[in-house]
């Protein structure tokens, strides 16, 4: 009677185990990359649905006054709001997580993260500085109380320029 060994060897099994570990060890980047630019494209989204429903609220006469220099105090408020009168259905929320910062083309924890809104120089609420009012990405690095503008997000996380 001839015995048969049957199974795949210790060397077999090392050999696939690494090989696993090599592609696992390729793809991991790239899907975590792939995860941040899609939090900072949703984010992109956001502010701009959010400068949208800003423009048609104050377009329909309604004035945006006593704002102060806390971007995310003003942007509570503010979209509060425009979600009473029914110009937004809700506010949206930041992802939070890594964000892919194209100026360097790294990822950067952003944790704490929201929407506010920046005041104008001069003249906020008046006719000539309507458009003056910009939503800001708040990134949670600072205090919290000043943000990056949408064209300037626009400008640094989707397209890489400084």
Not at 27 to 35: G, K, N, T, W
Not at 80 to 98: E, M, R, S
Not at 99 to 114: D, H, Q
Not at 132 to 147: D, E, Q
């Amino acid at each position: 009677m001839c015995k048969y060994n049957r199974g795949f060897t210790l060397v077999e099994l090392v050999i696939v185990i690494a090989v696993i570990g090599i592609l696992a060890g390729l793809a991991i980047p790239h899907f975590l990359d792939s995860q941040a630019k899609t939090r900072t494209a949703r984010a992109a989204a956001d502010m701009r649905t959010l400068q949208s429903a800003v423009e048609q609220y104050m377009a329909a006469g309604n004035t945006i006054d006593g704002l102060t220099d806390d971007q995310k105090a003003n942007g509570a408020k503010v979209f509060q709001d425009i979600v009473a009168k029914g110009f937004l259905y809700a506010v949206p929320t930041a992802p939070q997580g890594d964000y892919y910062y194209a100026v360097s083309g790294n990822r950067i924890a952003l944790n704490n993260c929201s929407y506010g809104i920046e005041k104008a120089s001069s003249g906020v609420g008046s006719s000539e500085n309507k458009r003056k009012i910009t939503v800001s990405f708040i990134n949670g690095l600072g205090t919290g109380t000043s943000g990056v503008p949408y064209s300037m997000f626009i400008e640094q996380y989707i397209l890489g320029n400084w």
